[in-house]
């Protein structure tokens, strides 16, 4: 695995509370993403960062935000949860090298009440 | 934007049955990668396509990329009850990055 953690791993919030979901890289990896997995759905991309202070939408951003203030950290907050933001949410990330492959942290299952 | 669709969404066979999931996306992808994800588990880098009509094989795993590079295949032969889990395909656009996930194959495996 590449130094991929994630924090918390598990989170059961109220509707209307921000969440915050950290991701933590230690293989200084340039690319960061957040994906959610829902059944039926495979993985979403919700953001991602290509640097430090440089990100963008995926298909599924409506109701989140990220924030990359250093090469190690890709944050995402959900601004006001809700129901359909229950989910198990995967960071993901990707060096430059043969293969292009992404790496993913082990998740954090959300569960909005 | 682009859509990766894969069937079946779900089989369920024997151990030593082979086993084949199909991936069809409705945009010509620069490259093909394919994930795997153990019950529980996070998705897993096996591996990466990107030629036209390309074949490669991971012992009993057989990966394609279609000629028009817009599907692609994975076939296990003789299944072992390892192989259980979900199988992903995830198609690149050849820009910044990204990719997009198909739904995935379930894959269950019994004795």
């Known amino acids: 695995d590449a130094g991929i953690t994630q924090s918390p791993r598990h989170k059961v919030t109220e509707t209307g509370t921000p969440v915050t979901l950290r991701c933590h890289q230690t293989?200084?990896?340039?690319?960061m993403y957040w994906y959610r997995q829902d059944p039926g759905h495979g993985l979403r991309l919700i953001h991602y960062s290509y640097g430090v202070k440089d990100t963008d939408k995926g298909e599924v951003s409506d109701g989140y935000s990220v924030s990359r203030s250093k090469t190690e950290d890709f944050l995402l907050t959900l601004e006001s949860a809700t129901s359909s933001q229950t989910s198990v949410y995967f960071c993901a990330t990707h060096g430059q090298g043969a293969g292009n492959e992404q790496f993913f942290g082990p998740g954090t299952r959300l569960t909005v009440l | 934007g682009q859509q990766v669709m894969q069937i079946p969404q779900y089989q369920h066979v024997q151990e030593g049955e082979d086993f084949t999931t199909y991936c069809n996306s409705s945009t010509t992808l620069s490259n093909i990668q394919w994930y795997k994800q153990r019950p529980g588990g996070h998705p897993v880098f096996l591996i990466q396509?990107?030629?036209?009509?390309e074949v490669k094989k991971q012992k009993r795993l057989t990966f394609q990329f279609g000629e028009a590079k817009k599907n692609s295949s994975l076939h296990i032969t003789a299944t072992q009850t390892t192989d259980v889990g979900t199988y992903f395909c995830?198609?690149?656009?050849?820009?910044?990055?990204?990719?997009?996930f198909g739904t995935g194959t379930r894959l269950q495996v019994t004795l």
């Open positions: 293989e200084n990896h340039r690319y």
């Open positions: 995830a198609g690149g656009d050849g820009t910044a990055s990204k990719l997009t």
């Open positions: 396509l990107v030629k036209s009509g």
